[in-house]
């Protein structure tokens, strides 16, 4: 069975702009200015972790930021417990007695209303926000400091979130690389001054933009409050006013999704909230990403029919391979990663699956999140 003309070049069509995509974030990534002097001037910071059942993570973030190299004057952090059904409520006042810390109960539903509720208590001129499953160096805030202290003009300013993994471990290793390449996508769209997106679990911005933003945070989903967040800050004040700080110092460590139930979930509920988004570049670029791989898997299934098929099928995953390969291969290089690469053959393959799989279930699926169901 041969394939008509009209058919075979929009695929080539997709492939040519998916390679212009991401030779751009590859540059993007390349130019960031990583190396800074350390300033000797300060600011301050309120840290603020919204936290629900993470009796087993939260000592860990703890521990991590009362060890950071920074005047403990300086910062404070605020916890904020979503109706906590483990013990997290009781491992935060004994860590409350050692100071600096102040714990708060939320007074409505969800990790929205936390992190309003923690806005209202800050007391500094900078808000961190930190998911309470993760953990930091303890350079951190110093590393922070030195670059708003170069870049006064930043709202919204974008840190590194990497998957903690153990290379033997396939399946967190695997989830490590993916996660990967959302983090260099974002550094790299940053760098154009045009972010696409954010992850609430390294979030930096002044406090008194609140004021002037519709901190609502589109309460029609449960998740999202990164992308809203962004989405506003560039409405207001346009995309230059976005920054990625791109530093080994500013990375905050997450861990991986236990089993792909877990993995599965996490990615419907991130895909949910597209449908709430106004972004026009978030959307085009998510749409993108997803109609790219679900062709390529279109043209997996014609293969069976078609030699035709095939042989562009075999063109269009060589090319994809390699463009993707050289956008993480830097990243993974500057975050000392790139013995993870072992796995990105078996990545470029399932990526592709699952991403389809994602983007055609999310309008339809519920999930779990936090042991509460949407």
């Known amino acids: 069975m ?18 212009a995509i991401n030779f751009g974030v590859f540059w993007g990534f390349l130019s960031l200015k990583s190396k800074r002097k350390n300033s000797k001037k300060t600011n301050s910071f309120s840290i603020v972790i919204p936290a629900r059942n993470e009796a087993k993570n939260i000592p860990h973030l703890l521990d991590s930021l009362l060890a950071q190299n ?32 102040q714990i708060l109960k939320n007074q409505k539903t969800g990790k929205k ?33 030195t670059y708003l202290q170069e870049n006064k003009c930043v709202k919204l300013l974008l840190a590194p979130v990497l998957l903690k993994y153990k290379l033997s471990h396939f399946w967190s290793a695997i989830q490590a690389l993916e996660f990967s390449s959302l983090i260099v996508s974002t550094a790299g769209f940053a760098y154009y001054k045009n972010a696409i997106m954010a ?22 989903t449960p998740s999202g409050d990164d992308m809203f967040l962004l989405q506003e800050v560039k409405n207001k004040w346009g995309g230059k006013a976005v920054h990625y ?22 990615r419907i509920r991130w895909a949910s ?3 709430y988004l106004k972004d026009k570049l978030s959307l085009f670029i998510g749409a993108y990403v997803f109609l790219f791989n679900f062709s390529i898997l279109t043209l997996f299934v014609l293969s069976f029919f078609s030699a035709q098929a095939g042989v562009l099928l075999a063109l269009i995953f060589l090319l994809k391979f390699l463009s ?40 339809f699926s519920s999930y779990r999140w936090k042991n509460r169901a949407y």
């Open 324 to 363: 993707d390969f050289i956008v993480l291969l830097p990243f993974l290089h500057f975050h000392k990663s790139k013995k993870l690469l072992i796995y990105y053959p078996i990545l470029s393959i399932l990526y592709i699956f699952y991403v389809s799989f994602v983007g055609i279930a999310a309008p």
């Open 113 to 145: 209303a936390a992190l309003q509720m923690a806005w209202q208590h800050s007391q500094n001129e900078y808000i961190i926000q930190i998911d309470a499953d993760c953990s930091v160096k303890p350079q951190y805030l110093t590393s922070i400091n």
């Open 199 to 220: 992850n609430g679990a390294n979030l930096i911005y002044p406090k008194n933009i609140l004021h002037q933003l519709d901190t609502k945070l589109e309460n029609k």
């Open 70 to 101: 920074y005047d403990k004057n300086l910062f404070e952090i605020i916890i904020i417990d979503d109706f906590s059904e483990d013990d997290t409520l009781s491992i935060l006042e004994e860590y409350e007695k050692k100071g600096n810390i």
């Open 273 to 275: 909230k597209g449908k």
């Open 245 to 266: 700080l791109k530093s080994e110092e500013a990375v905050v460590y997450t861990h991986a999704s236990q089993s792909l139930k877990d993995f599965w979930q996490q």
């Open 2 to 19: 041969n394939i008509p003309d009209n058919i075979l070049i929009p695929f080539l069509i997709f492939i040519n702009i998916y390679t």
